[in-house]
């Protein structure tokens, strides 16, 4: 299971994520990402969802260990 955290301060609602994961992201009122279901797509999808987007505003965090997956600490 994966907290996932989005800056609305960098995220400019280009919808890479809403694409890469459908059930996880949708806009909000202001056209910017929000999470809907954490846990609609798979974690996969959820980390390349994170990865696309062009201005790094998806955090993805383990919610069991407080890891966090993406960015990567270690590259």
Request: proline share 7%; glycine share 10%.
């Amino acid at each position: 299971m994966v907290r996932i955290e989005i800056d609305h301060g960098r995220c400019v609602g280009n919808a890479m994520c809403v694409a890469t994961a459908p059930r996880v992201f949708a806009h909000n009122e202001n056209r910017q990402s929000t999470v809907v279901d954490p846990d609609g797509d798979p974690e996969g999808a959820v980390l390349e969802a994170a990865g696309n987007c062009p201005v790094s505003a998806i955090r993805v965090v383990d919610s069991e260990t407080g890891r966090c997956l993406f960015p990567r600490a270690d590259g």
